[in-house]
């Protein structure tokens, strides 16, 4: 693991997790093929592999530290960096499993180039605390899409929750430097830009500054192209409900909202230690039908928090079943290390399996019946990547909706009018129509 960076160093990078940290590698990339990195798909090929790396949720805690041992196993002598939120809020964990590889805590991302000329150097790096600092230097996974995080940490505390330990507190990143880079990879070709955050509501709550102000600068910008706002908790989306609306009906804005509900029992609410009541998430889900009819709803359920009962359950199934939400993400209660929820009488495994397979069932039976609701009608989708088979392409309409379309026409990175011929329950299938660009 010795010796001085002076061939062109290949790089190999792994991301898990949300899009906050596909934000990250990209900035991370970015750094290094500016330092002339090479950057390669095959981890055999690479000098050094970079994992980033998730702590949200246990299994998939657990296959990532599965796969460090499978490289470290691979690669016995191969220099590796762990960054993302494991090195900060499992260091112990990590190290126990991985003695030699150095550390980049999910606020350094900036500092991997210093990180990896020590670490090829023969150091055991460790960059943990710090803010993080705004960088626009990226390397696009998708070129069509300009992946922004506006700000990093939370001013929550939710009880189940780790990454708060990883991320900290709310700092938003300044409106200035958000608004110069979405204009920059506008230029470079970028159509559809994904604003992300733990919590994207809070935006700007740390300065003065508010998610409202960030979006009306972002709908100034000429051009045509489409912004994903990430996910808000319903406490910071209430006090500004109509402000949103109002922006939201701007053609650039996708008719998307992410709205984390997690229960539909105030009682386990509370004991989550989320700041809202369910009938807060019923309101905004209702008035954004109401002034925006084809807005999609994606929603977060944990099932088997500590001392959810059957009677808890059962209001999260008829909260489901009223506000129809397009997308539920659905998540088995599991026990995060340090967090409050710990230390809480637990949910037997048996009960929580049987409420996810139950709320799932409820929740592929909704989000067919909502995509069905779009067949026959014509939309205006960006295509932004290739499909799976020959000739196929996917893109989003304007509700954020995938729509799987088969053309001969090389329609990626256009806008394009289809007809909606077919829908599953995770996607929709249309005609080309015409090319709009
Ligand atoms: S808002 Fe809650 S769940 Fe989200 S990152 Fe912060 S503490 Fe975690």
Not at 62 to 69: D, F, G, W
Not at 88 to 94: H, T
């Amino acid at each position: 693991m010795s010796g001085k960076v002076t061939k062109k160093v290949s790089v190999y990078l792994e991301t898990y997790g949300c899009s906050a940290n596909q934000s990250h590698s990209e900035v991370m990339l970015g750094l290094l093929r500016d330092k002339g990195c090479h950057i390669t798909k095959n981890p055999e090929k690479a000098d050094i592999l970079i994992l980033n790396t998730c702590i949200v949720k246990e299994p998939t805690e657990k296959r990532i530290m599965h796969r460090i041992k499978k490289l470290r196993e691979n690669f016995p002598k191969k220099s590796m960096i762990i960054a993302g939120c494991m090195p900060v809020g499992e260091y112990r964990l990590l190290r126990s499993i991985e003695p030699y590889a150095s550390f980049l805590g999910p606020k350094n991302s900036s500092k991997i180039f210093k990180c990896l000329k020590g670490t090829l150097e023969g150091k055991k790096v460790e960059y943990l605390e710090g803010r993080g600092v705004y960088c626009d230097s990226k390397y696009r996974l998708n070129p069509y899409i300009n992946i922004v995080e506006i700000s990093e940490g939370c001013l929550g505390n939710c009880s189940y929750c780790i990454v708060r330990k990883a991320k900290g507190r709310l700092k938003s990143y300044p409106l200035s430097d958000i608004l110069r880079d979405i204009k920059k990879s506008l230029k470079s070709g970028c159509r559809e830009i994904w604003l992300t955050s733990q919590d994207c509501g809070c935006y700007g709550s740390d300065k003065d500054n508010s998610l409202t102000k960030l979006l009306r600068e972002v709908t100034k910008i000429r051009g045509d192209f489409r912004v994903r706002l990430g996910m808000s908790n319903p406490d910071h989306i209430k006090p500004v409900l109509s402000d949103l609306i109002d922006i939201y009906r701007d053609k650039r804005m996708y008719k998307f909202l992410h709205l984390p509900v997690q229960s539909g029992s105030d009682r386990v609410l509370r004991d989550m230690n989320r700041h809202y009541v369910t009938k807060d998430f019923r309101e905004i889900v209702a008035v954004f039908r109401q002034k925006l009819p084809i807005v999609r709803i994606w929603t977060d359920v944990i099932v088997g928090f500590p001392g959810e009962t059957e009677k808890d359950f059962k209001e999260t199934i008829k909260l489901i079943k009223e506000t129809k939400p397009d997308f539920v993400n659905v998540s088995k209660f599991g026990i995060r290390p340090g967090t409050g929820a710990e230390r809480m009488e637990q949910v037997s495994r048996e009960t929580i399996n049987k409420r996810s397979r139950q709320i799932s069932d409820l929740v592929d039976r909704i989000c067919l019946e909502r995509n069905k609701s779009w067949i026959g009608k014509e939309c205006r989708v960006l295509v932004t990547e290739r499909g799976l088979k020959k000739g196929q392409y996917r893109g989003r309409n304007q509700a954020y909706k995938p729509v799987i379309i088969k053309t001969e026409k090389d329609i990626l990175g256009k806008f394009v009018t289809v007809k909606v011929t077919g829908a599953r329950k995770t996607h929709l299938k249309g005609i080309l129509v015409n090319l709009q660009d």
